[in-house]
């Protein structure tokens, strides 16, 4: 509620940007040069009792200023541990996982989970985190989310995730808050960049917020890049409008099935669902060698981004275009005839989108996606 995230040219000298800091009355609390728009990013806080919208719009209006916005919000999209249910992984058959592995394993593809913590001691991560940053200030214990993600992608114990070999650059982009953990913009944006300057194929995102214009650039470089972005739907149910990064037009969007093949009902709807994973009861890894049963999209998302990596080891020529096209046109059809607001494309199928010739690249198509409000979190 009293930050701004600002945007500057390389170029701008300290001073300008120290006089445009005096001149705005605000505060700063860190900035970053960023490679993949070649800016520098400022967050600054604002001192009085100033909207942020107010102080946005008198931003806009100053020439050293490329760009101004709130520092959104952002939550993990994870419900709360349920220890009922069927304990099974029965999403491995239902992405046809160990047929898949008889062709790839995710061997050497660089997944980055943007999350919170992740507990690289626990047995089902053994060798799999072959890399960490933290994009936050304050130091915190590793987090059950962002373990339970690595785990769904790289699981190699008791537990077998989608990409058994992949390599995880685990990022903590979110703190704990409350029952599950929050991030903001110039966390994201700092992750993103980092994750691209490391190697990343794939970003797995299982987060959502508002409609956020410096990270919507940020994914738009990364897509350029060659990296593959995947995200989770959103747990906001039928009536919420479009959450973000999965409703950005570079990204994959997932939603999320229960063992019936049907909607788990917390998941998002919308025109920019590209496809479903199993995300309702689903037994994960969590912090401290321990594991529990829980739903969410989040996990559809992990459970997609493996994929992603059997794919890019088996042809590592494929494009983020060329991933997607395979993706929708091997997903078994769910609900109504053909792509649909619920499931997309259909429930995804491991086997069949590395056993499929890809076909010429299709360019992402531009979608008309309701904007989120600033107060949307």
């Not at 001073?15 to 009355?25: E, T, Y």
């Not at 107010?54 to 100053?62: K, M, N, P, Y």
């Not at 994870?78 to 069927?86: F, I, L, Y």
């Not at 953990?181 to 992750?191: D, M, P, R, V, Y």
Request: glycine share 8%; no cysteine.
């Amino acid at each position: 509620p009293d930050e701004v995230v600002i945007e500057i040219a390389n170029s701008v000298s300290p001073q300008r940007i120290d006089a445009l800091q005096s001149r705005f009355r605000l505060a700063r609390i860190e900035q970053r040069s960023f490679q993949l728009t070649g800016t520098t990013m400022y967050r600054w806080r604002i001192p009085d009792r100033r909207s942020v919208a107010a102080v946005v719009r008198a931003l806009e209006t100053d020439a050293v200023v490329a760009s101004a916005q709130p520092n959104y919000l952002f939550t993990l999209q994870q419900d709360e541990a349920n220890t009922k249910g069927d304990p099974a992984q029965y999403e491995l058959a239902k992405l046809r996982l160990p047929q898949a592995h008889a062709l790839a394993s995710g061997d050497k593809i660089l997944v980055a989970v943007i999350d919170s913590g992740i507990d690289a001691s626990h047995p089902e991560l053994a060798g799999a985190v072959v890399q960490s940053y933290d994009a936050l200030e304050t130091p915190a214990a590793p987090h059950k989310h962002g373990t339970a993600i690595a785990g769904l992608i790289a699981a190699h114990g008791k537990l077998l995730g989608s990409a058994p070999r992949a390599q995880i650059l685990a990022i903590r982009a979110f703190d704990p808050a409350g029952t599950s953990a929050e991030g903001n913009t110039f966390s994201i944006l700092k992750s993103l960049d980092w994750a691209a300057a490391n190697g990343a194929r794939v970003i797995n995102m299982s987060f959502a917020g508002p409609a956020d214009p410096a990270v919507r650039r940020s994914l738009a470089a990364a897509r350029k890049k060659g990296i593959v972005l995947v995200a989770a739907a959103g747990n906001a149910g039928a009536k919420s409008p479009p959450l973000y990064p999965a409703a950005d037009a570079n990204v994959i969007a997932v939603s999320a099935t229960d063992a019936d093949d049907k909607l788990f009902e917390q998941s998002n709807r919308g025109r920019h669902i590209a496809i479903a994973a199993p995300g309702a009861q689903i037994l994960v890894a969590i912090t401290d060698g321990g594991y529990e049963v829980s739903s969410g999209t989040s996990y559809s998302a992990a459970e997609v981004s493996g994929i992603v990596a059997l794919m890019l080891e088996r042809r590592g020529d494929l494009t983020p275009d060329k991933v997607r096209a395979i993706l929708l046109a091997t997903a078994k059809d769910l609900g109504p005839k053909g792509h649909d607001i619920m499931y997309g494309a259909g429930l995804a199928d491991a086997y069949a989108a590395l056993t499929t010739e890809p076909a010429p690249a299709l360019a992402a198509t531009p979608r008309s996606i309701k904007r989120v409000s600033t107060g949307a979190r």
